[in-house]
Structures are given as C-alpha cells and as structure tokens.
C-alpha cells in the first residue's frame, strides 16, 4: 500500500510537467510545419541532428568540457564562499568591514567580467573557470551569512550558559543550523555557474556546450544543431538543480533550531 501511494504521488508531480512538455513540443512542431520554414527545425530534425553529434563523439566532449569548468569554478566557488559566510556571519567586524564590498560587487553581471578574464588568464579554461568562480560565489556569501544571523539567540545563550566552548559552539550549533541556507546558496550559485559558462564558451573558448551552440550558428546556420544545444543545456541544468535538491533532503541538512 505504500510503494502504491508513493508511486501514485510521484506520477500526479511528474505527469502534469510532461504534458506540458509535449504540448509544447507539438505546437512547436505545428508552428514549423504551417510557415513552411526552412531556416527553423522541427522537433525530428533536432534529434537527428544531436544524434548525429552524440554519435561521432562531439556531444560527449563538449558535455564534459562545460561541467569540467563548471565543476573547477563552483568548486572553488564553495571553498570560499561557505567559510567567508560563516565567519562574516559570526565575526561582526568581519561582516562590518566586507558586506559593503560584496554587496558592491554582487549586481555586477559576470559577462561584464569576461573582458577581465581575457586580459588576465587569455583564451582558454581559466577564464570560465574564473566567471563561474565570480558568478557563483557571491550568492553563496550572501546565504550563508544571513543564515548565521538568522539563528535563534537562544539557543546561544543556552549553550553559553551551559559553559560550551566558542569552538564547539560553532561547530555543534552554528553549522548545522546554517547548512540549510549554505545548500540553498549553492543551488542559487550553480544555476547561475551553469549559465554562465555557456555565455563564456561563445565568446572565449572552441570548446564545450556554449561554443557547439555559436560553431552551429556560423557553420552553414544548422539550427538544429543550436535548438539541440539548447535542449541539452536545460536538461543537464535540471539534472544539477535535482542533484542540489537531493541534498536539501538529507537528515542532516533538514535539521534546524527554528521550528
């Protein structure tokens, strides 16, 4: 009876998302078969044509070119940002003396810094790797940080009162109260890695999923080739956003103080 009920709860969240989906793709279909075009694909030709590259092996290179960086850059992204937030979070001095230069930082979009990147690490891997570093770290400060503000202050009050150390309190209490806020900072930061490497691979790289998409466009306009690119991209970025909303449901990180 249970194993009925959960496989009936998955299929009424799934079902509705995948009828969407194929209506979409059917009016999609509609749309170029009634204007005649001969520029834009249809849905069959979209396949064909990823079919076409997954098969002499350009797919699989350039799949794993974007993740490569997108995985060095968020990486490092997260061994920055996690620590930085906690201590900006605890440290009021800290928070003082650096919330003004991040929050300066933060609303500058990480296209603007692809000329910098250029001028500093040339035309190849490290300059995605230092956009997605750019783009992804900030929301992760900023999570984190407000996550250790937003802790109960009694629950402080009461480890202190029991003669809890200041390090034990940050790491019994503090921590694990903040890692529901650190996931959903690293959520926020690799959607915006993951958009962000396509946008850089068009401009300063020949490889990956962004410079498949732009080689496309110039190569003799296959559009199929550029819908297909498209199609992947948001696919491997819902297959990231499920991978980060896995972890929001492990025992550790549901845990919290409040309610």
Do not use: C
Not at 98 to 120: E, K, T, V
Not at 123 to 131: E, N, R
């Amino acid at each position: 009876m249970t194993t009925r009920r959960a496989t009936g709860s998955i299929l009424r969240q799934v079902v509705p998302a995948v009828i969407v989906i194929l209506t979409l793709v059917a009016v999609w279909w509609l749309l170029v078969v009634v204007t005649n075009s001969v520029i834009f694909p249809t849905p069959w030709q979209v396949v064909t044509g990823t079919v076409e590259l997954a098969e002499d092996g350009t797919l699989w290179s350039d799949i794993a070119a974007s993740l490569m960086r997108v995985g060095v850059g968020f990486g490092l992204a997260v061994a920055v940002a996690v620590p930085l937030g906690l201590w900006m979070g605890w440290v009021k001095g800290a928070f003082t003396t650096f919330n003004p230069i991040f929050q300066m930082l933060r609303p500058i979009s990480p296209i603007a810094w692809i000329p910098i990147a250029i001028l500093w690490f040339g035309v190849g891997d490290a300059s995605p790797i230092f956009l997605i570093f750019m783009a992804s770290v900030f929301p992760m400060v900023v999570q984190t940080t407000a996550g250790v503000h937003t802790i109960e202050r009694r629950y402080l009050r009461a480890a202190a009162n029991f003669g809890v150390s200041r390090a034990t309190l940050f790491r019994r209490v503090v921590i694990p109260a903040v890692l529901p806020q650190i996931i959903v900072g690293m959520r926020i930061g690799l959607g915006v890695a993951w958009l962000v490497v396509v946008a850089a691979e068009m401009i300063a790289l020949r490889s990956g999923l962004g410079y498949l998409i732009i080689d496309s466009r110039n190569a003799g306009n296959r559009y199929d080739l550029v819908i297909g690119g498209m199609v992947i991209i948001g696919l491997i970025g819902l297959a990231l956003d499920g991978a980060m909303r896995l972890l929001e449901g492990l025992r550790m990180v549901r845990w919290r103080y409040a309610r």
